[in-house]
């Protein structure tokens, strides 16, 4: 088994190389053009040397690197539009006596717990630099104390591993690179494992596979509710895996990582940057 953490450090320093091969082809496209004052005479001086100055593989390359700044910028600008929406949300159903009764009440974890008014049951795990829980009144009213706490211990893995910002990049990178298929894949392993990884914290904390275990059937069987921003969801990831590993908590659990497709394609698409990038700089 790959181990999660050995996913995720793949998709970066595959992102991490190809972004280096475009910053060197950049400032080669940029050498080669005469800088002058006045920007608006040095944009069509770019696009001419672009089309004339350069073999028919660096300008598609080219045209590559602004397809991925053009998908990657996107998405964060889709990700700021959510978070606001989101954090405005939030704000106006915060419940404020039962924020602050459940953040003293796991004080020791040193991890806010936000309430909110909200019939469906939530919990996540949210925010990239200061990772937060999010919980509902329906979630509150839906479950057991004993089945709360174990879902809180699995939103709690999630934030002291810091699967929000991981995952939020992770997500940047295959969504701004879908010609490297190899990343969607390594993206869907870790998404399980995490959850895998989380629900056996939450086990070993109760010495117990049935809070957790009930707590997700209930939660699969309830309308799913949107979250608008990234976060790490309770139920919406893995459930098949998940629910195997709880009925059988010694069976090991096979989790499809890469097809051997994607290996090739990406393999190859990696092999011709390279080149593209050893001949332009000979």
């Given amino acids: 088994m790959l181990k999660p953490s050995m996913a995720i450090c793949c998709i970066y320093v595959v992102a991490a190389w190809i972004l280096l091969q475009m910053g060197i082809a950049l400032s080669h496209h940029i050498s080669d053009v005469e800088l002058q004052p006045d920007m608006w005479l040095v944009i069509p001086s770019m696009l001419f040397d672009l089309v004339v100055g350069h073999s028919f593989f660096e300008t598609v390359f080219i ?27 939030v704000k106006v159903r915060m419940h404020p006596r039962l924020t602050t009764q459940w953040t003293r009440k796991y004080k020791k974890w040193h991890t806010h717990i936000d309430v909110i008014r909200e019939q469906q049951p939530v919990a996540l795990a949210i925010g990239m630099i200061h990772p937060r829980i999010v919980i509902s009144t329906g979630l509150l009213e839906m479950l057991s104390v004993e089945e709360v706490h174990a879902v809180l211990l699995h939103e709690r893995y999630h934030c002291t591993q810091r699967h929000p910002l991981k995952k939020w990049l992770a997500t940047l990178i295959i969504t701004s690179m879908p010609y490297m298929s190899i990343l969607k894949g390594l993206g869907h392993y870790y998404d399980i494992w995490i959850e895998l990884l989380a629900d056996r914290y939450a086990i070993t904390q109760t010495n117990s596979t049935y809070t957790i275990g009930t707590a997700l059937l209930k939660l699969v069987q309830t309308q799913r509710f949107v979250n608008p921003c990234q976060g790490v969801s309770f139920s919406d990831t893995a459930i098949n895996y998940r629910l195997s590993q709880l009925i059988n908590p010694e069976q090991s659990i096979e989790v499809p990582m890469v097809s051997l497709r994607s290996v090739c394609t990406s393999g190859t698409v990696l092999i011709v940057i390279s080149m593209i990038i050893f001949f332009q700089c000979i």
């Fill in 63 to 89: 045209l590559l690197i602004g397809l991925t700044c053009l998908r990657m910028l996107t998405y964060m600008g889709r990700h700021l539009y959510a978070s606001y929406n989101w954090y405005t949300y």
